[in-house]
């Protein structure tokens, strides 16, 4: 049976001749590059982050690898853990070392590439309790590598885990991990939104089997919801993947309230070489801008030599068309490996 190939929207080429990709390694031997500059390392919260199942948090491990409290769910994004991708060592430590990790829940895998999927550093993070989720065509493959509790998602299709509504949104991007399974399967973002009807109907239920008391633990009960009231929903969080600059940005904008986006910046450079499968630091602020999202969280940078920008070039540029669009300078959050973002939950509007 022929394998299924994989295509972007409106049928956007990645490929690349073997005479490009020739020119490529020619212009990179004359580059001098400077990689004095260092992503700064924080102390992970490793008490907090172990205790907490409240608030929102992301931590920021390095590339496209995060660490997500959401919702109630701990949720690891494209883990990476390896000391070298290919023949290049990485730039940093890992912000949180693997061992630390607070128990997951679900890990998600926007692509089959090997600075997007690490499998020993799935082997090290998985439990018999953890989902893994994974692109159209890529289920197959992680059952024969032992990971069976795993479940594959198309291009706009969700699945709800407790509270949290997950969706697998395009990207435009492209994936091999052989010579021989190039594009079998597809790649993507992922949505992550509170699920409205699932809260209001486990509290209708705890409502209905909640028996009469005295006053005072009326008054208790009025209180816990009231502290729960104001805890609210978490934002819509939008983790990007690996992606070109395509007009899907604007479509997944329109059809979610997107609170923050995980939004890559790196590896663009030569740009005549990636512009269809990675944004320029320019290309992420506009689809950051086409998203509607509010905060912007920059990644897949500072880690690992993949092209030829170094992690002080990406910012640099990042920086100069931030004020170029006059986007407000508290709308881009650039964090450090083992740095934490607490994420204010918004006012609960249902209740």
Request: aromatic share 10%; hydrophobic share 35%; glycine share 6%.
């Amino acid at each position: 049976m022929p394998k299924i190939r994989y295509n972007n929207i409106d049928n956007v080429s990645t490929d690349k001749t073997l005479k490009e990709f020739k020119q490529w390694r020619e212009q990179r031997r004359r580059k001098v590059k400077d990689y004095s500059y260092k992503v700064p390392k924080y102390e992970p919260e490793l008490d907090y982050l172990h205790a907490n199942r409240d608030e929102t948090t992301i931590t920021w491990i390095g590339h496209s690898t995060f660490f997500i409290q959401y919702y109630g769910l701990n949720i690891v994004t494209d883990p990476v853990w390896a000391e070298k991708m290919g023949f290049q060592r990485r730039l940093g430590a890992p912000g949180i070392p693997i061992q630390d990790i607070p128990p997951l829940d679900v890990i998600l895998i926007s692509h089959s590439h090997y600075d997007h999927l690490h499998l020993a550093s799935l082997r090290k993070l998985i439990t018999s309790k953890t989902l893994l989720i994974v692109p159209d065509g890529l289920k197959r493959k992680m059952i024969r590598k032992g990971f069976h509790r795993c479940q594959e998602m198309k291009w706009w299709e969700h699945m709800v885990l407790g509270g949290v509504k997950i969706t697998f949104v395009p990207a435009q991007h492209w994936t091999r991990r052989t010579l021989f399974d190039t594009n079998t399967s597809h790649w993507g973002g992922y949505v992550l939104e509170p699920n409205h009807a699932v809260r209001v109907s486990e509290e209708s239920a705890a409502a209905k089997e909640m028996p009469d008391r005295s006053a005072s633990a009326n008054s208790e009960s009025r209180k816990a919801r009231d502290d729960k009231q104001a805890t609210g929903y978490p934002p819509v969080l939008y983790f990007v993947g690996d992606t070109g600059y395509f007009k899907e940005f604007k479509t997944i904008g329109e059809r979610f309230d997107i609170g923050v986006t995980l939004m890559p910046i790196g590896a663009y450079d030569p740009e005549w070489f990636m512009t269809s499968q990675h944004v320029t630091p320019e290309e992420a602020l506009q689809g950051f801008v086409e998203t509607g999202s509010q905060l912007m969280v920059p990644m897949h940078y500072g880690t690992f030599k993949l092209a030829d920008d170094t992690p002080k070039e990406a910012l640099d540029r990042l920086e100069a068309e931030r004020e170029r669009l006059d986007i407000a300078k508290e709308r881009i959050r650039v964090l450090g490996h083992g740095e934490t973002l607490r994420i204010r939950h918004e006012a609960d509007e249902t209740e």
